[in-house]
């Protein structure tokens, strides 16, 4: 079943500007994963965060976690054409399985 | 990186065969496997979990008998669609995670188009 909420669910937006992502969670995990998917492949992870981190940096990505909202936002700064892709994030509670989000579907127009 | 390879990567069959889809870590080592499906413009609902050596674990709604898995090594799971209908065309999509890492992500094949005809 799917405990994480994404929103929005499509984002359009320019080459260059940010695109932020927010995931909502219903219980309490060990970490929680963004993973990309382009269309018709398989998912691309992306960065994790732990429980005990509020903020991780990858490049142009930057995550945020509020572990007392149950909440997660995903920022791709200065995006480019080449980052339209539908995006998840996964929570991680048993160390084990992973339980996706329902995904937001990024376009970006060059 | 590791690499997770899945094969094939698009299938179309008829109506009542069988269909199998191999997933194979390629530089590590997984005791457990996922499987995934996906429909168009939705998210991955997990199937079930594929544990190397023993029985697999099926999510609820998912009939173990038509989506038969078998995990006979570390590097090697299966999932055969049996007697294939068309409502089981689907994208389905293995993952795995290597054994001797805690905390780690999931990776994944590129996933398999499966077409019922």
């Known amino acids: 079943s799917q405990q994480g909420e994404e929103d929005p669910q499509a984002l359009s937006i320019q080459e260059g500007e940010n695109a932020t992502m927010n995931c909502s969670y219903k219980t309490s995990i060990n970490n929680l994963q963004w993973y990309r998917q382009n269309s018709g492949r398989g998912l691309v992870h992306l960065i994790l965060?732990?429980?005990?981190?509020r903020e991780k940096h990858s490049g142009r990505l930057r995550v945020t976690l509020d572990t007392s909202k149950k909440s997660s936002s995903l920022l791709i700064t200065a995006s480019r054409a080449a980052d339209t892709a539908s995006y998840f994030c996964a929570t991680d509670n048993a160390g084990n399985m992973l339980t996706f989000g329902g995904g937001t579907r990024l376009m970006v127009k060059p | 990186g590791a690499v997770v390879s899945q094969h094939p990567s698009r299938v179309i069959c008829k109506s009542g065969t069988s269909v199998k889809i191999e997933c194979r870590s390629l530089d590590f080592q997984a005791t457990t496997m996922f499987w995934y499906r996906q429909f168009p413009k939705q998210s991955l609902m997990l199937m079930a979990t594929s544990n190397e050596g023993s029985k697999a674990t099926y999510e609820q709604g998912v009939e173990k008998d038509k989506f038969l898995i078998n995990h006979a090594s570390l590097t090697l799971s299966t999932l055969t669609v049996t007697s294939a209908h068309p409502e089981d065309s689907s994208f389905y999509i293995c993952?795995?995670?290597?054994?001797?890492?805690?905390?780690?992500?999931?990776?994944f094949g590129n996933g398999t188009r499966l077409t019922v005809t």
């Open positions: 993952s795995a995670r290597d054994i001797g890492l805690l905390n780690s992500p999931l990776h």
């Open positions: 965060i732990r429980s005990n981190e």
